[in-house]
């Protein structure tokens, strides 16, 4: 099919889509670097962590791609830690199976939701911790490093420190009965575990838990706190932030930690999951051996190390702050960790980082009247999208248009389906359906001759001034709110820009009978309403981006860049494609159908976090089809703790096996074999069989 688009520089986008070739910054250009929060590796994402952050930060990286700017998006699972361990004992395996089997079910999650990645990662990887010890190092030697001996929870059943997310109790500040070892949901305040009151272990809540001395490493973010508050006032106005971040507009810090003066911080945990503590050549080394660095620290340098993973040219972008504005993207529970605490390692670090330019921060969207629960299976988590049968374009839509800026919001299915057929069907849709279509019937799918000028038209033209003058004030709109991170306002935006596409075609009376009585006109309004919908789908696309796909095959036409007015660019001559609607309508009654759905049991405290129920046992010889109970209830701690001990006897044993046969290693297996019986047999007892 002919295509006949003008040619000009600036014109067509000429930076590649995310990952399809390794981008590198170019001195002299805008360099756009963004993170989204490292999710963690212990389960699905539901949609509230979607739009808080990976969504989010998708569409403001396509969007600098369509501006022409360098972009790299990088984010990962962030897989070390307290919550990866306690996950993985309730599932019954290895840390390392549960971070492999919950990577690749974010990974494609994100790929249906059109989440583009320049590069998905982990932070399970030699780069991280690389990069992990080598800042820990520096810290070290620049003097910001000290032991410290505190008081931490042990558990004397378990015989061990008692990590942050193994330990719950009655949080000291609002009396919340369940707050975990490090944070408390209810008030949200950081914790120390140890300050706990009546300090539960997670494994059996009936453990006997004390208090015991453990030394560990510190941070000393007293001592960076100056450099720290510079930095920070130094940046908030260049950057932009987000009024939900530790400084006001009027430039006073407001963190509460932060006015209070901050306090040493520590960088390493008695676990066995986590980036190995380096030897820094003190006294102290002996006592760190048998420790990890705390997940806090290792997390945020997750960005720097799946970056690494990426590119072997990786410090282009994370040591050129000259050239490179980083963005970071999160829900607000993160700011505090990415304002303060990061930069202040970085600092710390004392070589040349490039540091944070903007955070972009969201309140929480909540389901229904309600939260998300995985444990009640209440609302849509990751693939349960993509079994609604509602396209990622329609979910990208109406998470992006109820996106939590400034305020909590709440996801309803009435509205989603609402905005489906109000919005994109009668609407966006609608646009590009009627005019593709009268195109393709009465101009044989060719654009005729419009007499208007290759290149932007006129906001003094006689017939359609106004239009084009609300049109170009609407797209400078569009750019300014966008390059403030103002998504939602931009997504309002783009539809505003549609709604005048709507109405022009309305006001110019684009029919049949306009075509004969004023053939001349007609082709213009055909022209310019083209030349809108080819804006349209720069617009749309880092909102929809499969719907911006469909609208360019349709054009025919090769994606365009954001332009500043409104062009002809498609001219007389060129062969569009074949129209088809970009939407389809929503049955209303679905709404009780999917709310029956995935409005879990109010009742229930059943976990779908926990492991799976016992499988069926194998038919046993002379009775056909004899199966083992099946235990449907809530696995308690001593249950899950059981399973752990079942999963590390049969991972003994298959060590065993792996070795040459002998006697003495056949005795042995025997042996072990018969006490994996023994813990089955206990579990057993356990579950009520």
């Known amino acids: 099919m002919a295509q006949k688009i003008r040619s000009a520089e600036g014109l067509l986008q000429d930076i590649p889509p995310p990952g399809h070739a390794v981008i590198l910054p170019k001195d002299g250009e805008t360099n756009v670097l963004i993170t989204s929060a490292l999710p963690y590796c212990n389960n699905v994402p539901h949609l509230g962590n979607i739009i808080g952050s990976t969504l989010s930060a998708d569409v403001f990286s396509r969007y600098n791609r369509t501006r022409n700017r360098r972009t790299l998006y990088v984010c990962g699972t962030d897989e070390y830690g307290t919550a990866t361990e306690t996950q993985a004992l309730k599932e019954g395996i290895t840390p390392q199976e549960l971070c492999d089997k919950y990577h690749v079910l974010h990974k494609e999650t994100y790929e249906w939701f059109d989440i583009g990645f320049d590069h998905f990662g982990r932070t399970s990887t030699p780069s ?64 120390d575990a140890i300050e706990l009151i009546k300090p539960r272990c997670l494994v059996n809540k009936t453990h006997k838990v004390v208090a015991r001395k453990s030394t560990h490493m510190y941070v000393k973010l007293d001592s960076l706190q100056p450099q720290t508050e510079q930095w920070i006032k130094e940046t908030f106005k260049r950057g932009k932030w987000s009024p939900n971040s530790v400084i006001n507009a009027d430039g006073e810090i407001i963190d509460a930690r932060v006015k209070a003066g901050l306090i040493p911080a520590p960088l390493t945990r008695d676990l066995a999951w986590g980036v190995p503590v380096p030897r820094l050549g003190r006294p102290d080394d002996d006592v760190m051996q048998s420790k990890v660095l705390y997940v806090w620290f290792d997390a945020p340098l997750g960005y720097p190390s799946i970056t690494a993973t990426y590119t072997p040219e990786w410090k282009k972008w994370w040591f050129n702050p000259d050239n ?10 993160n700011v505090y960790f990415h304002e303060v605490y990061f930069p202040s390692i970085q600092l710390g670090d004392k070589r040349d980082w490039t540091m944070q330019y903007h955070l972009s921060t969201t309140e929480y969207l909540n389901y229904e009247g309600g939260k998300f629960s995985k444990s009640r299976n209440r609302g849509v988590f990751g693939p349960q999208a993509k079994e609604t049968g509602i396209p990622a374009s329609v979910w990208r839509y109406y998470l992006l248009s109820t996106r939590p800026e400034s305020a909590d919001s709440m996801f309803s299915w009435a509205d989603c389906i609402a905005v489906n057929n109000n919005v994109l069907l009668n609407n966006f849709g609608n646009f590009v359906n009627r005019l593709l279509k009268f195109v393709s019937s009465q101009y044989q799918g060719i654009i005729p001759e419009s007499e208007d000028e290759p290149g932007p038209l006129s906001p003094n033209d006689p017939l359609d001034s106004v239009f084009i003058t609300d049109v170009n004030r609407l797209l400078q709109e569009y750019i300014t709110l ?25 006001s110019s009376g684009l029919n049949k009978a306009l075509m004969t009585s004023d053939p001349k006109r007609c082709a213009q309004v055909v022209s310019r309403a083209v030349n809108l919908i080819y804006v349209l789908s720069v617009l749309v696309a880092p909102y929809m981006p499969g719907t911006a796909r469909a609208m360019l095959v349709q054009l025919n036409a090769p994606a365009r860049a954001v332009p500043e007015v409104l062009s002809t660019d498609i001219l007389a001559g060129h062969t569009i494609g074949v129209p088809e609607h970009l939407f389809k309508k929503i049955d209303e009654g679905m709404a009780d159908k999917f709310r029956a759905r995935f409005g879990g049991n109010e009742g229930s405290t059943a976990s779908a976090d926990a492991p799976p129920p016992v499988a069926k046992a194998k038919s046993q010889k002379g009775k056909k089809d004899a199966a083992a109970p099946v235990f449907t209830g809530e696995p308690t701690p001593e249950m899950i703790a059981k ?36 813990l089955k047999s206990e579990l057993a007892h356990l579950q009520g069989f």
């Open 128 to 191: 991280h911790t690389e990069i992990c010890q080598e800042v820990y190092t520096n810290l070290g030697k620049n003097g910001f490093l000290e032991p410290q001996s505190k008081d931490q929870t042990y558990c004397e059943d378990c015989g061990r420190f008692l990590a942050d997310r193994f330990v719950e109790g009655i949080c000291p500040h609002c009396r919340y009965e369940d707050a975990r070892g490090d944070q408390c949901d209810s008030c949200s305040r950081t914790l």
């Open 324 to 333: 490179v504005n980083l963005y970071q993207f999160m829900g607000k529970d």
């Open 482 to 506: 966008l390059d403030a991170v103002k998504l939602r306002q931009g997504l309002q935006t783009v539809m505003a820009i549609s709604q005048q596409g709507n109405g022009y075609l309305q």
């Open 643 to 678: 399973e752990a001990e079942i999963t590390e006897q049969g991972e003994k044993i298959r060590a065993l096996k792996a070795n040459a046969k002998s006697p003495e290693t056949d005795a042995q297996v025997k042996q072990e074999v018969e006490t994996l019986k023994k």
